[in-house]
């Protein structure tokens, strides 16, 4: 029986989670669920899952649920606060964090579960962006096991050789093909672009997710994160790292060794798949996805991206090849220029140019620190906020 902490249980991965945890009751017991604001879906939760530990950011919200649950007689501890997060992540009772928070604020958390030894199940893709080498030396000081949650890179890791480990170097892998549905505004004329409304953006045609990675998906910042992201867990110069188009989304991504094999994964798209993965690892279990029906997908496509369409894209290769604090500035400036287009306060198309002048403009140094990380995050978002005001 291994007990798992869900940072962000109430987001469309943690909830995934908890239906997977829901179909494992002898493998998996809930030792401490998380949120940002949602008190009534961590109420039903902490009511279905009786976790020993609740944590809130917001003292109101944590005393409201506190009451909740006392008057239906539930025992669940409710804590309140960041450090709260990292608290329930370092557990004795915790052998796996599932790190689910969107964006820099699921940091500090996970990196935390990653320096206890913890089997870290990482969808939190901003977290590992930022602090990079950083994070990836804690995992491999620490012996933790670091399992891939983002469907791309749980997709890559199963087609690494036998017995792989994240962070290692694999001689006999040539290219990692990373696949990209190419989001909502593939097919879009060009013109158009720039009056496009968050409703549209959000309406991504495979999958179903929160709102920030839909509008990443949509720009392509989420295939941008995701290359960072595939450049650090199998340790791999961009080079290595070939993004497909791939309109379907039935393969999540694909291996080519150097003997000429390309072995890729597929699935239906449902995050239960590498969920139930990254749990069950090294052995598997049901996650209550269906079956695939090749006969109803009929063909797969495949095509080159295009980098005019999604300038996001070209600003992470740019990124990940200037090292030290780019990749968080990029991602700092990308979270603001997100949630303000979100609010109706910027066009999609004004997104990668306040990531273009955060990265033009502030400072970048050497991420040996995690301050130097968390000020190169807060300089990002000072610039873009300013910028963004200019607008
Ligand atoms: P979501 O918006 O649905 O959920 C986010 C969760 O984080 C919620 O539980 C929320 O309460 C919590 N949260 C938000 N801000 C917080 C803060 N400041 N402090 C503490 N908690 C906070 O997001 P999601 O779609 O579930 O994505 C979560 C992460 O997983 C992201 O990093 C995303 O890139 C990654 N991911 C998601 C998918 C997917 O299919 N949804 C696929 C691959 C990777
Ligand atoms: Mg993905």
């Given at each position: 029986m291994k007990g798992i902490c869900v940072l962000g249980s109430t987001g469309s991965i943690g909830v995934s989670t908890l239906d997977v945890a829901g179909r494992h009751p002898d493998r998996y017991r809930v030792v401490a669920l998380t949120a940002n604001h949602n008190i009534d879906r961590l109420f039903e939760q902490c009511q279905r899952f009786r976790p020993p530990y609740a944590v809130m950011i917001d003292e109101p919200p944590a005393a409201e649920l506190r009451r909740r649950l006392r008057d239906a007689g539930i025992e669940t501890e409710v804590l309140s606060g960041v450090r709260a997060l990292e608290a329930v992540c370092v557990l004795p009772e915790v052998d796996s964090v599932m790190a689910a928070i969107v964006g820099a604020a699921g940091l500090l958390p996970t990196l935390a579960a990653a320096r206890a030894g913890k089997t870290?199940?990482?969808?939190?893709?901003?977290?590992?962006?930022?602090?990079?080498?950083?994070?990836?030396?804690?995992?491999?000081?620490?012996?933790?096991?670091?399992?891939?949650?983002?469907?791309?890179?749980?997709?890559?890791?199963?087609?690494?050789?036998?017995?792989?480990?994240?962070?290692?170097?694999?001689?006999?892998?040539?290219?990692?093909?990373?696949?990209?549905?190419?989001?909502?505004?593939?097919?879009?004329?060009?013109?158009?672009?720039?009056?496009?409304?968050?409703?549209?953006?959000?309406?991504?045609?495979?999958?179903?997710?929160?709102?920030?990675?839909?509008?990443?998906?949509?720009?392509?910042?989420?295939?941008?994160?995701?290359?960072?992201e595939a450049c650090l867990l199998f340790n791999a110069p961009p080079e290595l790292v070939q993004v497909v188009i791939h309109p379907q989304s039935v393969i999540h991504s694909m291996v080519d060794y150097v003997d000429g094999t390309v072995l890729a994964q597929m699935g239906n798209p449902d995050m239960r798949i590498p969920i139930a993965h990254a749990m069950a690892w090294p052995e598997r279990f049901d996650s209550g996805a269906e079956p695939l029906d090749l006969f109803a997908v009929k063909r797969l496509d495949f095509e080159a991206p295009d980098f005019q369409r999604f300038p996001c894209l070209q600003r992470a290769y740019d990124a990940v090849r200037a090292g030290g604090t780019m990749p968080a500035i990029l991602n700092a400036a990308n979270e603001l220029a997100v949630a303000s287009f979100l609010d109706g306060g910027i066009r999609f198309t004004d997104i990668p140019d306040v990531i273009s002048h955060c990265m033009m403009s502030v400072p970048v140094g050497r991420a040996d620190s995690i301050e130097t990380v968390l000020e190169a995050d807060r300089s990002a978002r000072e610039t873009a906020g300013a910028y963004i005001r200019k607008l």
């Open positions: 870290v199940l990482l969808a939190n893709k901003e977290a590992l962006v930022m602090s990079g080498p950083l994070f990836m030396s804690a995992v491999r000081e620490s012996g933790a096991d670091l399992l891939p949650i983002d469907s791309e890179h749980n997709a890559i890791f199963q087609c690494m050789p036998a017995n792989y480990h994240a962070g290692r170097t694999a001689p006999e892998v040539r290219r990692i093909l990373l696949t990209a549905s190419g989001g909502p505004f593939l097919r879009k004329g060009l013109g158009e672009l720039h009056d496009v409304t968050p409703a549209e953006a959000v309406a991504h045609p495979n999958w179903v997710m929160g709102r920030k990675i839909s509008v990443d998906s949509a720009t392509m910042m989420n295939k941008g994160l995701e290359l960072i």
